[in-house]
């Protein structure tokens, strides 16, 4: 059974640093492309990462590119996301997802990661 | 930048209605994929490059499409059904979704 399991949310103050996780199993992680995908409260879903199945290729919006970096670490079956520079408006439930194919759609979701930032 | 416009943004069905959910992109994709998300819930797959059902979706559910219009229907309306769709592309950078339809039981 494919399941992500994100952690390292909280409240954070605005100009601050989070670093998130997700833990992957029940699948060969290094075999996909993963992604970080965002929803504010009440509001919709707004894609942030996703990363190569090597890591060298890393593609981002441009409301987090400079910001924000994904990472992953295949010996440990996780990905990363970095977020510096924290904005009122990066406050959010991350989730992490995986695509199923190459710059596609996200055939599994975890549960996600609440991150507040304010003072 | 494609974005995507879902109509309607509200609305409510009865059981054994026929709904049809649309999704318009600003430019031509290639392919259009929608997902069900529930109230305190993760989004799920729902439907993959237009018109093919997830694993476990029931076959009232059927996506349709191609250029900029896209639609996503149900033959008939259950209550399990009440959630709120969004569609998404990445035929183009950056990967978008739509901004999502939220469908109710009467």
């Known amino acids: 059974e494919v399941q992500l399991v994100e952690s390292g949310g909280g409240l954070v103050q605005p100009g601050r640093s989070l670093k998130l996780s997700c833990a992957a199993s029940?699948?060969?992680?290094?075999?996909?492309?993963m992604a970080w995908v965002r929803q504010a409260p009440k509001k919709g879903l707004e894609w942030v990462a996703t990363?190569?199945?090597?890591?060298?290729?890393?593609y981002y919006p441009d409301s987090v590119k400079g910001r924000f970096t994904i990472s992953r670490d295949n010996a440990k079956s996780s990905l990363y996301l970095q977020m510096n520079s924290l904005k009122s408006e990066d406050t959010a439930t991350y989730y992490c997802a995986r695509h199923k194919l190459k710059n596609t759609y996200f055939d599994y979701w975890g549960q996600g990661v609440m991150v507040t930032v304010s003072s | 930048e494609i974005v995507l416009t879902q109509s309607p943004t509200t609305m409510a069905a009865s059981p054994g209605e026929k709904v049809t959910l649309t999704c318009r992109a600003s430019s031509s994709v290639s392919y259009m994929h929608w997902y069900q998300q529930k109230s305190g819930a993760s989004p799920k797959l729902w439907i993959y490059?237009?018109?093919n059902r997830a694993s476990g979706v029931p076959n009232r559910f059927s996506g349709s499409g191609s250029g900029t219009s896209y639609s996503l229907t149900i033959s008939s309306m259950e209550t399990e059904d009440a959630a709120t769709y969004y569609c998404?592309?990445?035929?183009?950078?950056?990967?978008?979704f739509g901004s999502g339809t939220k469908l109710e039981i009467k």
């Open positions: 029940g699948f060969t992680f290094s075999n996909y492309y």
């Open positions: 998404q592309q990445w035929s183009s950078n950056p990967l978008t």
């Open positions: 490059d237009t018109s």
């Open positions: 990363i190569s199945t090597s890591g060298s290729r890393t």
